[in-house]
């Protein structure tokens, strides 16, 4: 493909994309550099920003509040959602017209594209209105755990819905063939097929919840900040501050330490995972 | 005498439930009814705390128009207006830098291309929030970027570019980018080729080449990122909010304040109804498009 | 008479399938297969052939109609529980195990231990010569190690019935035709009843025992290769399988028939058929002036065009009078027997040779 674009273009490309490049990771770079910043009162680079965060209690709670909603929602999520995008899959009957037929594609495409910000607020309401009618479900981490599944279960759906999709419709009457029924095919065809697709949905699933902010911001109570909500609070109290910096740059560090492994992992796994035949 | 057809889809029809059924119940329950909430709290009056009660009213529609106890403030329109503008913008820039960094990447050995990518969109895989504070600390008032602007007299002393119009835009632009660059390089990736080689055989060359054979093989993937950046950025809040200032609001900090600063949820609510009009709209208007111009089809549900 | 009860014999009784109220794709078809045979259900694409296929298979229930296997009321069973195995025309080989496990599967599903498994599976790829491969994935075989491998998975189940879907379908013609021969032998040696569904007149001949011919849902003609070949019952069968000339016919008396070529001598005793056929190989060609005008039923013409085709040469003759004839001849090493266009020529259609057959 390389030699049905000019040499000139293929200059004028990179030359163009080089320092897009270069500035997509310049104001991520700068917040690490700003993390070194002196210590009050002195001058150079020091650690003193990661030694203050270090010490903050409240940090380490919220970012074990994050953790856990981010593991306990993609738990979930997934298990849903994979139910979900085998059900439509395999039991759907491809030619139902008609209003009843298309609810499916509704439910599970309106939580993709609403707008955070409506979603965020469609479920204060609602655990506003719960909450004073029933008393469960207060602005809490539940409530929280419950938005973030919501949001979650149309992504590792669609994602096991894709993988099972572009299998040889055969395969499943293949298995029957050969003595095993259905309950036996889910185990020993669908599960391992679709396994990649379901690992994938749950990181899919962790990263939503991890970058997530306005959603959190507005089912979150007062106790339970996580580590976006701690941030944006940081903001608001102090502007830019040395502390954000340090915490910003390790949460940057991290997601990348993550990205090349496993970017790493995906590479070694290459030369086995064929899924025509 | 039921046939064993008919047993077959009741049969059919129980595995169906059994297994989507929980998924789907989920999201009606936790999304869908409370939304409808919401909407149909835009036609409550609101007391004095700004909680929705009776009498059912269309003032809140009134607000959104402009329309208070003072008379007629343009405000609204105009942050409508600005929402729009930033969203447009956001989504042609994040259009005109995809095109290169795409076809760049295309260009590149294929074992290299997957890490190219990866590296475009990896910085939206950390937090918004983090994301939105880099930009606020590269243009705010003591950084470089902000001396050099006023030094080219852009801007006044100790301020900086950000809290700002330009500053939304960058962050939009720069939050949004993947969401542009992944559907353009999904279809990029299916090109049939051969057409430039029509292309050139039929004496075309250069942009008009790339206008005619390249460029409408790119629609589908295009129109896709322009709806999965346009709608979100135009009801964006993080970015607006810490980066815009009071003299770059947009709708969504005016909804959320609605709920969070000065309560007054009919108002909130009637702003949410008309945001999802304007969105519903392009949505609309953009899948008209996409058939008209043969876009193709993805794996749909 | 065949035994219907014997292992792998199959009899299917009024068999019908309608998808969602339209013409019945299958339409009361009765079939005896026998055990151990290799029997072929020819037929253009949407006959209903993979559907009939599907439901002794299991993978389709028949609205009504019964089948037997083995001289078991198999038709409500279901597909795990029937001692039949399918070879898919995608292969359709789980993409998650290698060449080894995707051939043990039904093994395992029907709880065969691991020792005894890996003997079975072994002697299988043995047998069809993929044991080189028993460690790959399904993408990293070719289309041919594929088919080979799929077709181990259901042969190394012993099953009572083997069906083929159109199995060889995607394969480059060379490769076709080694396969056919390959597959041919193992059903000789294996002695099971293979059904096999094609659309490739070609196949159907070369490999079959018997043939059963479909179309729009019902069989047109069963019976043994030769049998279809040479004495077709009506068009649809005469025109599917291989060349051939059809005119109509009304009957003259005395053994003689009026068609659009002439009145033709026919040995076969005249029924209430309004058709004749006669296969292109069947007609003599001489040059017009060497024609032997003695015999009956030779006409003169002119090659309107000679199609060379390596083995025999096809001619289109224009007799005088309009009518076209289609002849076929093998190109000996005489050259006096080829022609080109514009040639005169005479046909001579052997009385033996004219069939006659339903509209």
């Known amino acids: 493909m390389s030699n049905v674009v000019p040499r000139r273009v293929r200059a004028v490309l990179a030359g ?12 991520l770079a700068l917040v690490a550099f700003y993390s070194f910043a002196p210590e009050p009162n002195g001058v150079g680079h020091s650690l003193h920003a990661y030694n203050v965060l270090f010490h903050d209690g409240d940090v380490f709670v919220a970012l074990q509040r994050s953790l856990i909603l981010a593991l306990g929602s993609a738990t979930v999520s997934t298990m849903l959602g994979t139910l979900l995008g085998y059900g439509l899959c395999r039991f759907r009957n491809a030619n139902a017209r008609g209003f009843l037929a298309n609810i499916p594609s509704l439910v599970i495409y309106t939580p993709i594209i609403m707008p955070s910000l409506v979603f965020g607020i469609s479920e204060l309401i609602f655990f506003n209105f719960v909450h004073r009618t029933t008393g469960l479900l207060g602005a809490g981490l539940d409530t929280m755990v419950i938005a973030h599944i919501t949001f979650q279960v149309p992504y590792v759906a669609l994602t096991v819905f894709a993988r099972l999709a572009g299998l040889d419709p055969n395969l499943f009457e293949a298995s029957n063939d050969l003595y095993a029924d259905g309950v036996k095919s889910f185990f020993y065809l669908i599960v ?65 330490l993550f990205a090349v492994v496993h970017f790493l992992i995906t590479k070694g796994r290459e030369g086995a995972d064929e899924y025509s035949a | 005498m039921r046939t064993q057809v008919q047993n077959e889809a009741r049969r059919q029809g129980l595995r169906l439930w059994i297994t989507s059924g929980p998924g789907l119940f989920w999201i009606v329950l936790f999304l869908l009814i409370p939304s409808a909430v919401l909407l149909g709290i835009g036609f409550f009056s609101a007391d004095d705390y700004g909680s929705p009660i009776l009498p059912v009213t269309l003032q809140p529609f009134q607000q959104v128009a402009g329309y208070s106890l003072l008379g007629w403030d343009d405000g609204n329109i105009i942050i409508f207006l600005r929402s729009l503008a930033q969203a447009g913008i956001a989504t042609a820039v994040t259009a005109l830098l995809s095109y290169p960094l795409v076809f760049f990447i295309m260009t590149r050995p294929a074992a290299l291309r997957p890490l190219l990518l990866l590296f475009i969109v990896l910085p939206s895989w950390t937090n918004q929030v983090v994301r939105t504070y880099a930009w606020l600390e590269l243009l705010g008032p003591n950084a470089p970027v902000s001396w ?46 051969t057409l430039v080689e029509a292309g050139r055989d039929l004496y075309a060359s250069g942009l008009r080449l790339f206008w005619h054979t390249v460029f409408p093989q790119t629609l589908p993937g295009l129109l896709s990122g322009v709806i999965f950046v346009a709608i979100p950025a135009f009801g964006d809040y993080v970015v607006p909010q810490l980066l815009g200032g009071d003299r770059a609001l947009m ?51 | 008479m065949s035994d219907t009860a014997a292992r792998g014999a199959i009899s299917l009784s009024g068999i019908t399938r309608i998808f969602s109220g339209m013409i019945p794709a299958v339409d009361r078809i009765d079939l005896e297969i026998r055990a151990g045979e290799f029997f072929t259900l020819l037929g253009p694409s949407g ?48 993409p998650h195990l290698n060449v080894a496990e995707n051939i043990g599967f039904g093994l395992r599903m029907r709880g065969v231990k691991k020792p005894e498994r890996k003997k079975r599976v072994d002697a299988m790829m043995e047998l069809l010569q993929i044991g080189a491969f028993a460690g790959r994935n399904a993408g990293q075989l070719s289309g041919g190690q594929r088919q080979r491998v799929a077709l181990a998975r259901a042969l190394v189940n012993e099953p009572e019935v083997v069906l083929l879907d159109e199995p060889l379908s995607a394969l480059d013609a060379k490769l076709r035709a080694e396969l056919q021969i390959e597959l041919l032998r193992m059903q000789k040696r ?40 040479e004495k077709p019952r009506n068009v649809f069968v005469a025109e599917f399988l291989g060349l051939s000339n059809i005119w109509p016919m009304t009957a ?16 076969a005793p005249m029924g209430a058929e309004r058709q004749v056929m006669i296969r292109p190989e069947k007609i003599w060609l001489y040059n017009d002036s060497q024609a032997p005008r003695d015999r009956p039923n030779v006409f003169s013409g002119v090659v309107r065009e000679a199609i060379y085709m390596g083995a025999s040469t096809q001619y289109r003759v224009e007799l005088t009078g309009g009518a ?18 514009g040639e005169a020529v005479a046909v001579e259609l052997k009385p033996d040779n004219i069939m006659l057959i339903e509209g």
């Not at chain 2, 720069?174 to 990736?189: D, G, K, Q, R, T």
């Not at chain 3, 003259?252 to 009145?263: E, K, L, R, S």
Request: proline content about 6%.
């Open chain 3, 252 to 267: 003259a008396g005395g053994g003689v028939g009026q068609t659009p070529i002439g009145p033709l001598q026919i040995t």
């Open chain 3, 190 to 229: 294996l002695g099971m009843t293979f059904i096999f569904v094609t659309h490739d007149q070609h196949e159907a001949l070369v490999m079959s025992d018997r043939i059963g011919v479909m179309s729009r849902g019902q069989l047109q003609q069963v019976g043994p290769v030769l049998d279809v070949y």
């Open chain 3, 324 to 341: 076209i004839v289609l002849a076929l001849d093998t190109n000996n090493a005489a050259a006096e027997r080829s022609w080109r266009a």
């Open chain 2, 251 to 301: 709708i969504g900090s005016l909804i959320a304040n609605q709920f969070t600063e000065t309560p007054d949820w009919p108002y909130g609510a009637a702003l949410t109804i008309i945001m999802l009009v304007f969105t519903g709209a392009g949505l609309v208007a953009f899948r008209v498009l996409t058939r008209k111009l043969g876009g193709a089809g993805e794996a749909t549900i």
């Open chain 1, 16 to 27: 163009i994309s080089w320092p897009v490049y270069v500035l997509l990771y310049t104001p």
């Open chain 2, 148 to 193: 050099l602007a006023h030094a080219l007299h852009i801007v006044p002393p100790d301020l900086g570019i950000a809290p700002g119009t330009f500053a939304v835009t960058t962050g939009l632009a720069y939050n949004y980018l993947p969401y542009m660059m992944v559907p353009l390089y999904a279809s990029a990736e299916k090109l049939d080729w």
């Open chain 3, 47 to 94: 006959c209903g052939k993979t559907t009939l296929l599907r439901m002794i298979a299991g993978f389709e229930t028949p609205d009504a109609g019964t089948i037997l296997i083995s001289g078991r009321e198999m038709q409500d069973v279901p597909a795990h529980q029937r001692a039949v195995n399918t070879v898919f025309q995608s292969y359709a080989l789980f």
């Open chain 1, 192 to 256: 391992p097929v679709v396994q990649p697709a379901i690992i994938g949905g749950f990181m899919l699933g962790i990263t939503l919840s991890i970058d997530d902010f306005t959603i959190s911001f507005f089912t979150a109570g007062p106790g339970s900040v996580t580590l976006p909500i701690y941030i944006y609070s940081a903001i608001a109290r102090k502007g830019i501050s040395p502390e954000i910096n340090a915490l910003g740059t390790l949460m940057i560090g991290t997601i990348i």
